[in-house]
């Protein structure tokens, strides 16, 4: 069993901050990229940010020069922090990994229930 359990979401004013983490568990073997996605309401879900086990970064448009992605590979631990927070940043986070488990071959990908982040004007 794998788990990736998400925090930090919340209500922000725009301008605000919000750091968001989210933890991976159970019978992992290695984790490949990790990232976080986001989907709002009647939109597709897309990629915000993601990171390899190399520390290599990838960011959406939207977000370059706000938002900062980082991980602790001893905890497997993504972080996502959120600065400049605007309105149309409000949407659901969804934690993704892409990992492989014990006892079971190859790379696959599992997500976090997500967690809400809301930006008021």
């Known amino acids: 069993q794998v788990q990736l359990v998400e925090s930090g979401g919340g209500l922000v004013h725009a301008g605000g901050t919000l750091r968001l983490s989210c933890a991976a568990s159970?019978?992992?073997?290695?984790?490949?990229?990790m990232g976080w996605y986001r989907q709002a309401p009647g939109k597709q879900r897309e990629l915000v940010a993601r990171i390899s086990s190399d520390g290599s970064t990838a960011y959406a448009d939207s977000v370059k020069g706000r938002f900062s992605i980082s991980r602790d590979n001893a905890k497997n631990t993504v972080y996502l922090q959120m600065n400049s927070l605007k309105p149309e940043d409000t949407s659901v986070y969804y934690c993704?990994?892409?990992?492989?488990?014990?006892?079971?071959?190859?790379?696959?990908?599992?997500w976090g229930q997500g967690t809400q982040v809301t930006v008021s004007s």
């Open positions: 993704n990994a892409d990992l492989e488990r014990i006892g079971l071959f190859g790379f696959y990908d599992y």
């Open positions: 159970g019978s992992i073997l290695s984790i490949n990229v």
